[in-house]
């Protein structure tokens, strides 16, 4: 009947309905047996709890966020700290515990599954799961690892337990209790494998203090870290890549990498490529145009007039212009775009020589419109791109000669974008293409002696 009602009227309407059938407060004490009436409201609210479901898959989700965002920020950091995830069967044990109010049955449900727990009771509606969990990892603050003890007598079982390493899977349940002092809500959740072992009289350590993710077991070599996470978690490594494409792509869990569908680009595939390159060659990898001699713009559209630029050096034929302002690596390749010309591109030792000498006489001129730039190195056109698994210069060959600082590239993918150095004697470095820099761009052909010519007159 209750919960027919609870379906039709809604939660809101059936907590009324229930208030509704039982006496007043006065009505209570004048009986003499107000008890009786405790232990039906309590039964009434459970009832409210089966009809409304609590934990559902939300407070799952939930709660399980929770315990991995606190387990990846312990104090000192743990080298070995597994990854929770929410079990059904443990959350049938937590509720069957929970029902017993902490009378009955306890020491068997114990021995079944060997399982590790953390209760808590509160009087009814005195707070959230929420708070309860945060509360449990309070009791860190009274924790020392070093020593393994909680100080002032005080309680540290419910932190070492939730923190504890190799705890991988939970399950929780909420129970409102009746007694002569009214209603309370018990919270109870299960750990599996449990923790809070002693060896010795001595407390065993809940974790292994280190570097996240330093002591991965072998079956859990993945490691997690989200957002909101201070350290890694271990985990099994379902995706070893920690990445999916989006449906445009198709991951290569060899390489890590996502294939496109045609007229799809982007690291993850996710973005649409429509450009019409009017007067230029198409760089599918990048979704942009290589203009023709002449011509500028996104689209290869506009047709440029001399001059175009100042040639600051000119090596081999071609004219190199260095920039007085600084932006991000692809802002920098649609400047020299709409000149006319793309990144540089250093194909020898002569043309790298040339380069960080003239590079190191601006250093005492600062001649730069834009000081807030972040560092004092140039974008050149080399890119590293993850399909090739190389990096190649904007125009899409593999460069033939390279010159990286020692110990660089060392970004492995992070660092795409390639610039000269300052601090390396202008080698080559590997950066986020975000970084702000100066950069420099490249004229080629016939045109570049023209524009010279022009540059001179």
């Not at 945060?134 to 939730?162: A, I, K, M, P, V």
């Not at 292994?208 to 490691?223: H, I, N, R, V």
Request: some cysteine; aromatic content about 12%; glycine content about 8%.
């Amino acid at each position: 009947m209750y919960k027919e009602y609870f379906h039709l009227k809604g939660k809101k309407t059936f907590v009324v309905y229930i208030l509704s059938l039982f006496p007043s407060e006065e009505s209570l004490t004048t009986t003499g047996q107000p008890h009786n009436w405790v232990r039906c409201f309590a039964k009434m609210f459970n009832l409210l709890l089966q009809a409304y479901g609590f934990p559902r898959a939300k407070e799952h989700f939930q709660i399980v966020t929770q315990h991995n965002r606190l387990r990846s920020g312990v104090n000192p950091m743990a080298a070995n700290m597994q990854k929770m995830e929410w079990s059904e069967t443990l959350a049938v044990l937590a509720q069957q515990r929970a029902e017993t109010c902490l009378k009955d049955g306890v020491g068997s449900i114990e021995r079944m599954e060997h399982a590790g727990w953390n209760i808590q009771q509160s009087p009814h509606g005195a707070t959230s799961y929420t708070d309860i969990i945060n509360s449990w990892f309070q009791e860190g603050q009274d924790y020392n690892y070093q020593s393994g003890q909680c100080r002032n007598n005080r309680t540290c079982t419910h932190y070492t337990q939730l923190v504890w390493a190799t705890s991988n899977h939970m399950g929780c349940a909420l129970h409102v209790c009746g007694t002569g002092a009214g209603l309370w809500d018990l919270f109870i959740c299960a750990y599996s494998p449990g923790g809070n072992w002693e060896v010795n009289g001595r407390r065993v350590a809940p974790y292994k203090a280190g570097a996240y993710c330093s002591l991965c077991t072998s079956s859990m070599s993945g490691c997690l870290r989200l957002w909101d996470h201070v350290g890694g978690l271990c985990e099994t490594p379902r995706n070893p890549c920690r990445m999916s494409c989006s449906p445009h792509g198709q991951l290569n869990v060899s390489s890590c990498q996502c294939y496109c569908a045609p007229s799809f680009t982007g690291r993850f595939c996710q973005v649409r490529c429509s450009v019409r390159c009017v007067h230029g060659r198409y760089r599918r990898e990048e979704c942009s145009c290589l203009c023709h001699a002449g011509y500028g713009g996104a689209q290869c559209a506009e047709k440029l007039s001399f001059p175009y630029h100042n040639c600051d050096m000119q090596i081999d034929g071609k004219c190199f212009m260095v920039s007085s302002e600084a932006e991000t690596y692809y802002t920098a390749k649609l400047r020299c775009q709409e000149k006319g010309g793309i990144l540089a591109q250093v194909s020898n030792q002569k043309v790298q020589d040339i380069m960080a000498f003239y590079l190191s006489q601006l250093e005492s001129s600062n001649d730069v419109t834009d000081p807030d730039f972040d560092t004092r190195n140039f974008w050149i056109g080399l890119t590293y791109k993850l399909v090739k698994d190389s990096f190649r210069w904007d125009t899409g060959e593999a460069p033939s000669f390279t010159s990286f600082a020692f110990g660089q590239p060392d970004n492995h993918g992070f660092g795409n974008c390639v610039e000269l150095q300052a601090s390396s004697a202008f080698n080559w470095n590997d950066q986020r293409c975000k970084i702000r820099n100066r950069y420099i761009c490249q004229f080629a052909g016939p045109e570049a002696e023209q524009v010279l010519e022009q540059s001179r007159s």
